[in-house]
């Protein structure tokens, strides 16, 4: 038995497999492309005071992990 021989009998549900992924990446951009365009409304717009608490938030959250 050969090396390619070996492989081109899992070429085709590979490639299959592939095609399936590619397709379910399509149609999920396609649903979300929506809630997509309105968070990237609401990036452009921050609630400057929330920005302020989360970013205090996560120095402590990293402060506390790293004197564990």
Do not use: K
Not at 13 to 24: D, E, K, Q, S
Request: charged letters at 15%.
């Amino acid at each position: 038995m050969n090396v390619t021989d070996v492989w081109r009998g899992r070429s085709v549900p590979r490639t299959a497999l592939a095609i399936a992924a590619a397709g379910a990446l399509v149609v999920e951009v396609l649903v979300l492309s929506p809630y997509i365009a309105r968070a990237s409304g609401t990036l452009l717009h921050p609630r400057w005071g929330w920005l302020v608490l989360a970013v205090i938030a996560e120095i402590a959250s990293m402060t506390t992990f790293a004197r564990l």
